[in-house]
T-cell receptor, first 114, second 115 residues
Framework: GAVVSQHPSRVICKSGTSVKIECRSL??????MFWYRQFPKQSLMLMAT?????????EQGVEKDKFLINHASLTLSTLTVTSAHPEDSSFYIC??????????FGSGTRLTVV | AQSVTQPDIHITVSEGASLELRCNYS??????LFWYVQSPGQGLQLLLK??????LVQGIKGFEAEFKRSQSSFNLRKPSVHWSDAAEYFC?????????????FGTGTRLTVIP
């Protein structure tokens, strides 16, 4: 079945630094990937839609300069949290479209900014 | 606009008992409906999905869901719950199965299973 690999699973970084999270579709090509953020005990909130070869589409209220998304190939999208602050600490999850078969989610990344 | 409502924030059932998790959606066209399960600190695993056809959908781990258009519902059921089913369950609606549009998630229902 389709697999989406998300890396790293956990990361701790200092305030002011940047962190890159990778989302790879391992056995299928994904023209569209999605990045979600999940606060503790809450649902997933869509941050942005990542389209291969073009700029990402951000949801209202999401700072595009803070959450940089790059979808350089059909199997890789990256989310970079720039100048991270403690309030950016969260669980980030990516998903990739399998075309007519739905969506596959990565295992998530727990970001802690200290 | 799409929306998904999961009325039950937390449900506790005894192991071996039956389970039903409620999901109501609002969508202007034919919805594509999904149920996902999330264990603590993990990503989401697809339990089942409905795109078209038979309104009773079978999924993994013994789960099933029934699409009822008249009630705008897509409730998840399992006849006999196992302790390993304890997790967070999310209902989601998508605008299409091709992935051109994102999923809208409900707020989730946390399932606790007691011995």
């Amino acid at each position: 079945g389709a697999v989406v690999s998300q890396h790293p699973s956990r990361v701790i970084c200092k305030s002011g630094t940047s962190v890159k999270i990778e989302c790879r579709s391992l056995d299928f090509q994904a023209t569209t990937m999605f990045w979600y953020r999940q606060f503790p005990k809450q649902s997933l909130m869509l941050m942005a839609t990542s389209n291969e070869g073009s700029k990402a589409t951000y949801e209202q209220g999401v700072e595009k300069d803070k959450f940089l998304i790059n979808h350089a190939s059909l199997t890789l999208s990256t989310l970079t949290v720039t100048s991270a602050h403690p309030e950016d600490s969260s669980f980030y999850i990516c998903s990739a479209s399998q075309g007519g078969h739905g969506y596959t989610f990565g295992s998530g990344t727990r970001l802690t900014v200290v | 606009a799409q929306s998904v409502t999961q009325p039950d924030i937390h449900i506790t059932v005894s192991e071996g008992a039956s389970l039903e998790l409620r999901c109501n959606y609002s969508y202007g066209a034919t919805p594509y409906l999904f149920w996902y399960v999330q264990s603590p600190g993990q990503g989401l695993q697809l339990l089942l999905k409905y795109f078209s056809g038979d309104t009773l959908v079978q999924g993994i781990k013994g789960f099933e869901a029934e699409f009822k258009r008249s009630q705008s519902s897509f409730n998840l059921r399992k006849p006999s719950v196992h302790w390993s089913d304890a997790a967070e369950y999310f209902c989601a609606v998508g605008a299409g199965q091709t992935g051109a549009n994102n999923l809208f998630f409900g707020t989730g229902t946390r399932l606790t299973v007691i011995p």
